[in-house]
T-cell receptor
Framework: SAVISQKPSRDICQRGTSLTIQCQVD?????MFWYRQQPGQSLTLIAT?????????ESGFVIDKFPISRPNLTFSTLTVSNMSPEDSSIYLC?????????????FGPGTRLTVL | DAKTTQPPSMDCAEGRAANLPCNHS???????VYWYRQIHSQGPQYIIH???NNETNEMASLIITEDRKSSTLILPHATLRDTAVYYC????????????FGKGTRLHILP
């Protein structure tokens, strides 16, 4: 199974600033996903990022607020822009490993963001 | 929106079998049932998946009803480390089908 790491693991940020979260995978994967998990809630998909193309955003999420880069098959970044306290969440990277049966998804450990 | 319905929480005594139900009455013929769990402060972890037949692996068993409208995840001998939120997900399982999470079931294993 794919091994995923995220940086930073946690951060405390000031309102109005931006934070870039990195996701690194130990193997080449086609599909990468970014999720948000607000306190006490389930996971919500933000966007799907394929290498070499623009990310596809889910309803309620826009590129200006959550720009995503996918420069190669093992790496992606999610930026949370112009942050407000409502952005305080855990942000998780996930990858789809086509080597596994039925394109299994694996998740990173998450980045815990607190916005003051 | 999630295509599944799960009880919000359940308790199970340590050492007993934990049976977690899931309703997916609108499941399509080409959709699989997946189970993930999320232990506190960690990313979700895959447990098992199935289409029609019952499935078993080293972690759990999955029982799917004949009409495929519901399923049960069974943890045969629950331990305290099985305390987590368990998510039942329905998806086609091909490259383009993303995972949409519902609210899940918070399972408490009681010592």
């Amino acid at each position: 199974s794919a091994v995923i790491s995220q940086k930073p693991s946690r951060d405390i940020c000031q309102r109005g600033t931006s934070l870039t979260i990195q996701c690194q995978v130990d193997s080449q994967v086609t599909m990468m996903f970014w999720y948000r998990q607000q306190p006490g809630q389930s996971l919500t998909l933000i966007a799907t990022a394929n290498q070499g193309s623009e990310a596809t955003y889910e309803s309620g999420f826009v590129i200006d607020k959550f720009p995503i880069s996918r420069p190669n098959l093992t790496f992606s970044t999610l930026t949370v822009s112009n942050m407000s306290p409502e952005d305080s969440s855990i942000y998780l990277c996930s990858v789809e490993d086509g080597r596994e049966a039925l394109y299994e998804q694996f998740f990173g450990p998450g980045t815990r963001l607190t916005v003051l | 929106d999630a295509k599944t319905t799960q009880p919000p929480s359940m308790d199970c005594a340590e050492g007993r079998a934990a049976n977690l139900p899931c309703n997916h009455s609108t499941i399509s013929g080409n959709e699989y049932v997946y189970w993930y769990r999320q232990i506190h402060s960690q990313g979700p972890q895959y447990i098992i998946h199935g289409l029609k037949n019952n499935e078993t692996n080293e972690m759990a068993s999955l029982i799917i009803t004949e009409d495929r409208k519901s399923s049960t995840l069974i943890l045969p001998h629950a331990t305290l480390r099985d305390t987590a939120v368990y998510y039942c997900i329905v998806r086609v399982g091909n490259r383009d089908d993303k995972i949409i999470f519902g609210k899940g079931t918070r399972l408490h294993i009681l010592p």
